[in-house]
């Protein structure tokens, strides 16, 4: 047993986490403890493609699965969240997307002063360095490097070409003034290297004499004094240690594994403690509940002109053409982001905003979960609703932390929910069927054109969709009853505890999710400083 005294001790080197390090430690008088389960890194996340080698690999990944629900046909989706420094940002797909502005003023409107659109974009810019430009919502300057995805060619042009002729207009910058279009993805990578948090915030300052990371370290629980968090209980290479805080301790574990160290640690629904032989510390009803995701699903396509799709040119020789390509031109498959494309759009013309983004993806994979590419040449489109109305819930089934929660999404229990998939679905089939796209691709093969009505498109969504990666809201900022932070990400009715990741969101953005994790620990980290005064 070992004791050891910090000023701030941060749990979870993910998104939000490595930012909270960084920014905090700029104040030297500060120490600072990080405490990360997994590892420092893994060899293959610098390179972009990384997303589909890690994305159920053993060690750099949580590999968490949902419980079987009848709405999706009672399957157990994969669940990953990346475990080692960066968090999933270090797994991710490396699309960037902020959301709308309409997002973060929701999240105002819902009680939360300080998170309105005009609030947190000084945030989204302080976090960039938008490699296109700057103007009066894109920054140049900050430690996360944005670039366009680089992959060119006639794929692509089919696919502007469609988005012509359907008469969208052409949106330069879909995180500037307007998020509708079909885009070119902007991501994080630069120069064909991920752009992780690990990288790009905490590698710059990790040799700061008031940083300690503490790696495979996995907190088992928070430890109190009466309603003070005074510290934690984690354990490393099978021995339990005991660090304790001065100041503050910030759970940064993200959307799953935060309400479950709450839960761990005795915060939460009494009878569910109780019931997992966990004494109640601090009820709050919130912790675990509310959480949303995107529902993804997939139409896959043939492709008439083979050589376009990445299932072909990945045949024989192909992959050691792309490694070649890496080193001497840092192009090609190794520095596909997860979509090259986006299109953000709406479903009905009466909304005032995207309802559906959709991932435009130059080739076929048979298995989500292990990414393993088709032999013959495809291209995928996916799609999910932007903001889901299902919720679901995630929360420990036992008192050991190595146990995995139980996570239930309750997918498109929601009618608006499977209204917008079952649009989107058809939308796709619209882009697809302009004579750009019928040009260059084959026929649909999954789930294939005789899949029509809406009862049959909805019955393919729930035997085949996957999480897109982004559950949020499990410790929900608010003040009603059922949230478990406030506004300045506090946790209700304690002392010395905040939680700054993506559970807090209270509601989804509209995109993928990284970016506003890493503004939640950047606005996470100002407040902290404004709360501490010197
Ligand atoms: C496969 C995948 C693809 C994705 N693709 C995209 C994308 O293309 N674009 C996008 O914007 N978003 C994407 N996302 C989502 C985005 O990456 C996440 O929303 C974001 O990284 C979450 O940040 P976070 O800080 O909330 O948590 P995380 O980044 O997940 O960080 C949590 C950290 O806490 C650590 N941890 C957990 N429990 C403990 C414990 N008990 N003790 C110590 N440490 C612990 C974890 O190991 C992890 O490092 C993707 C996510 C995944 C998994």
């Known amino acids: 047993m070992e004791k050891d005294i910090y000023d701030f001790i941060i749990v979870g080197a993910g998104s939000a986490g490595s930012v909270l390090a960084s920014r905090l430690t700029e104040k030297s008088k500060w120490r600072v403890l990080l405490l990360e389960a997994g590892a420092a890194s893994h060899p293959y996340s610098r390179f972009p493609i990384s997303f589909g080698l890690l994305i159920d690999h053993p060690t750099a990944n949580w590999r968490y699965s949902s419980q079987p629900e009848e709405g999706t046909a009672n399957r157990r989706i994969p669940v990953p969240r990346g475990r080692l420094l960066g968090g999933s940002s270090s797994i991710n797909g ?10 973060y003023d929701t999240w105002g409107q819902l009680g939360n002063r300080g998170w309105s659109f005009d609030d947190v974009l000084p945030f989204f810019q302080k976090m960039e360095h938008y490699e296109h430009g700057e103007d009066d919502l894109r920054s140049q300057g900050g430690p996360l490097r944005v670039s366009k995805a680089t992959d060119e060619g006639p794929l692509y042009d089919a696919i502007k070409a469609a988005s012509k002729e359907l008469g969208i207009p052409h949106n330069p910058d879909y995180n500037g003034k307007s998020q509708e279009g079909i885009v070119r993805t902007q991501t994080t990578i630069s120069n064909g290297v991920r752009m992780s948090t690990a990288r790009c ?38 021995q339990d240690r005991f660090v304790h805080a001065h100041k503050e301790v910030i759970v940064c ?12 640690s005795g915060i939460g629904q009494a009878q569910l403690l109780t019931d997992n032989r966990i004494e109640v510390k601090h009820e709050l009803n919130g912790v675990g509940e509310h959480l949303r995701d995107h529902i993804n699903a997939r139409i896959q396509f043939n492709m008439k002109r083979g050589e376009l ?11 050691v053409w792309q490694v070649m390509k890496y080193i001497f031109q840092r192009r090609g498959f ?3 982001p997860s979509a090259p494309m986006l299109a953000f759009l709406r479903t009905r013309e009466d909304m005032e905003t995207p309802d559906i983004q959709m991932h435009m993806v130059p080739y076929a994979v ?3 979960k292990k990414r393993q590419l088709h032999k013959f040449p495809g291209m995928t489109v996916s799609i999910y609703q932007l903001r889901p109305e299902s919720l679901g819930s995630i929360h420990i089934q036992s008192p ?3 146990d995995q929660p139980a996570i239930n999404f309750n997918f498109l229990t929601d009618p608006i929910d499977r209204d917008a998939m079952i649009a989107g679905f058809k939308k796709i089939r619209e882009i697809m069927n302009t004579k750009a796209m019928r040009d260059i691709r084959g026929e649909e093969f999954s789930p294939g054109i005789e899949v029509k009505t809406d009862d049959e498109i909805l019955s393919f969504i729930r035997n085949t969709a996957e999480t897109a990666y982004h559950p949020i809201g499990t410790c929900r900022m608010g003040n009603g009853p059922e949230s478990v932070v406030n506004e300045r990400l506090k946790v209700h009715g304690l002392e010395g505890l905040r939680v700054a990741d993506g559970s807090i969101m209270p509601t989804m953005v509209s ?6 994790c890493i503004m939640i620990g950047e606005k996470a980290s100002e407040m902290i400083k404004q709360d501490n005064p010197a």
């Open 94 to 103: 490396l699309v960037f997307v902020r959301g709308q502005p309409l997002d």
């Open 201 to 238: 915030y905490l590698n710059p300052v990790k040799n700061r004499p008031n940083l300690r990371i503490e790696t495979n370290a996995h907190v088992q629980k928070l430890l109190f004094e009466g309603k003070k968090c005074s510290g934690v209980h984690f354990r490393k290479n099978e």
């Open 253 to 264: 574990t993200g959307g799953v594994a935060s309400p479950q160290l709450l839960e761990l």
């Open 309 to 319: 799709s990445y299932n072909q040119r990945m045949q024989g020789l192909g992959p």
């Open 334 to 336: 190794m520095t596909l």
């Open 366 to 368: 048979k298995n989500p």
């Open 400 to 402: 050991d932390a190595s």
């Open 511 to 516: 995109g993928n999710t990284n970016a506003a």
